[in-house]
């Protein structure tokens, strides 16, 4: 049996580019998503709150707890989301050798 072998094509730099910004995009429209269902959920909380006096304290801290902790999920993916944005900024997907700078071996 012979060893399995990968075929790598050439990546073109500026698509290659395009899609890790596309990515993040996709992944910043999900999050907004998820902040505006978190969003309605505490808004339906209340008003069932207000209707129902069998709603407990409790249970509006508990839902909450449950918010917050969705909420610190997203900052962590937000921080994720910069550093990354900020990796691909500075990454430049055409250089132009430097004149004075020597080639690299």
Do not use: R, Y
């Not at 094509?9 to 998503?33: Q, R």
């Not at 069998?54 to 801290?61: F, N, V």
């Not at 691909?88 to 080639?103: I, K, Q, R, T």
Request: glycine share 2%; net charge negative.
């Amino acid at each position: 049996m012979s060893m399995p072998t990968i075929e790598i094509n050439p990546i073109d730099p500026t698509i290659a580019l395009n899609n890790i910004l596309a990515s993040i995009a996709l992944v910043e429209a999900g999050a907004s998503h998820i902040l505006n269902a978190e969003g309605e959920k505490i808004e339906l909380a209340i008003q069932l709150a207000e209707d129902d006096p069998m709603i407990t304290a409790e249970q509006l801290t508990a839902l909450n707890a449950s918010v917050a902790n969705t909420l610190a999920a997203l900052a962590t993916l937000e921080q994720a989301l910069q550093e990354k944005l900020a990796a691909v900024l500075g990454f430049d997907p055409d250089p132009v050798p430097n004149a004075d700078s020597e080639p690299s071996v």
